[in-house]
């Protein structure tokens, strides 16, 4: 059987619903979370094909990136402490990775990008108060797109990274 990348996003939309019902739920068997737990790789599979698909990439990413910035802010507005979609806003790195095969500067440019990013924010969360925590923990990295400081790690850039990669190949996906 073939998904496409919109019963893809059906599927993973339901597990994620499974998921956040069994953490807002108590004594829900343990397993409606680990069935939560695939919806991750499914959305950012789909946003890797769309940005593979995308006719422009440029507009592909300004979105994601308008609706992170407003997942964080509602995010430290109600202290949510789940934001995917800062994690998928992270296919930025495959448009970087396409354009340093241009100019290899590219590259370099954006590591220390995200070093800078990173600093920054430590340095906010470090020296805020009670009021500015939760402004300094999501709205910052939000901001300035830090790949360092995403729901689920610097792991689900690199996932996303060999989707893009693998794509291709159904065996090595």
Not at 118 to 135: G, H, K, R
Request: aromatic share 18%.
């Amino acid at each position: 059987m073939e998904f496409d990348t919109i019963q893809l996003k059906r599927i993973a939309f339901i597990l994620m619903l499974i998921d956040h019902v069994a953490l807002y739920i108590p004594d829900l068997p343990i397993y409606f979370r680990w069935l939560g737990r695939i919806s991750m790789p499914l959305f950012l599979f789909c946003c890797v094909c769309g940005f593979d698909y995308t006719h422009d990439r440029k507009k592909y990413i300004f979105r994601l990136y308008v609706f992170s910035l407003i997942t964080a802010v509602v995010q430290s507005i109600y202290n949510i402490d789940n934001n995917f979609i800062l994690t998928v806003f992270s296919v930025v790195m495959l448009e970087v990775i396409e354009l340093s095969k241009i100019n290899r500067s590219i590259l370099f440019y954006y590591g220390v990008w995200q070093i800078a990013a990173l600093v920054v924010s430590l340095y906010f969360i470090q020296t805020s108060n009670a009021d500015m925590e939760t402004i300094c923990f999501y709205i910052i990295p939000a901001l300035t797109g830090s790949i360092f400081c995403l729901e689920g790690g610097f792991v689900y850039v690199i996932l996303g990274v060999l989707f893009y990669y693998f794509k291709s190949s159904k065996r090595k996906l």
